[in-house]
């Protein structure tokens, strides 16, 4: 079945750098745009990045523009967050999400990698 | 603060009709047709309930339906169950970004 498994959360100190996975399965990989959206503790969704299908366009929200970049293995079926300078206010479950570009919508979601950031 | 604005909580009986509105601008929301709606159980990923403002996708029981108005979407679920309670949350891109809503807590009484 479709499924999107991420990993690599875990405590990290400010400042310090942290690199989440993202396994895909279930569908072909290299046909779709790829999210990361963050959800802090109690609190709501916030879309982070977006990444094309082939990687030639990528898009990040204000909040990480500058200390995060996104990247994917199509040959691995692979989504990556790589997470520099981070602050306190990363901290968050971070979810992958299946993007479809037509209706722009996020249709399959992981169960999310907890990120702590604190000292 | 979260890009979308929507009430923090809503409830009702069970067979009972409810509605979440989303408001953003002209922006986000009244500027394209890509609404999108998403479930969240406690502890688990959010799940899309709608997409396009009002398209349900196949697996998702009809009793869920999505509109639109200017810069304020709508979920309404119909004949509510207990299995309805969770939080909602609304979506729109917005040029080269998306925005979602604070999240509504759904409540079966």
């Known amino acids: 079945q479709v499924q999107v498994v991420e990993s690599g959360g875990g405590v990290v100190q400010p400042g310090r750098s942290l690199r989440l996975s993202c396994a895909a399965s279930?569908?072909?990989?290299?046909?779709?745009?790829m999210n990361w959206v963050r959800q802090a503790p109690g609190k709501g969704l916030e879309w982070v990045a977006v990444i094309w299908y082939d990687g030639t366009k990528k898009y990040f929200a204000d909040s990480v523009k500058g200390r995060f970049s996104i990247s994917r293995d199509n040959s691995k079926n692979t989504l990556y967050l790589q997470m520099n300078s981070l602050r306190a206010e990363d901290t968050a479950v971070y979810y992958c999400?299946?993007?479809?570009?037509?209706?722009?919508?996020?249709?399959?979601w992981g169960q999310g990698t907890l990120v702590t950031v604190s000292s | 603060q979260s890009a979308l604005t929507q009430p923090p909580s809503a409830s009702g009986s069970p067979g009972q009709s409810i509605t979440i509105s989303c408001t953003g601008t002209?922006?986000?929301?009244?500027?394209?047709?890509?609404v999108s709606w998403y479930q969240q159980h406690p502890g688990k990923g959010p799940q899309l309930m709608i997409y396009?403002?009002?398209k349900r996708p196949s697996g998702v029981p009809d009793r869920f339906s999505g509109s639109k108005s200017g810069n304020t979407a709508s979920l309404t679920v119909s004949g509510l169950q207990a299995e309805d309670e969770a939080d909602y949350y609304c979506?729109?891109?917005?040029?080269?970004?998306?925005?979602f809503g604070g999240g509504t807590k759904l409540t079966v009484l």
């Open positions: 999400a299946r993007y479809r570009y037509s209706g722009s919508y996020f249709d399959c």
């Open positions: 002209s922006s986000d929301i009244g500027g394209y047709n890509y």
């Open positions: 396009e403002v009002n």
């Open positions: 279930g569908f072909i990989f290299s046909n779709y745009g």
């Open positions: 979506s729109s891109y917005a040029g080269s970004r998306w925005v």
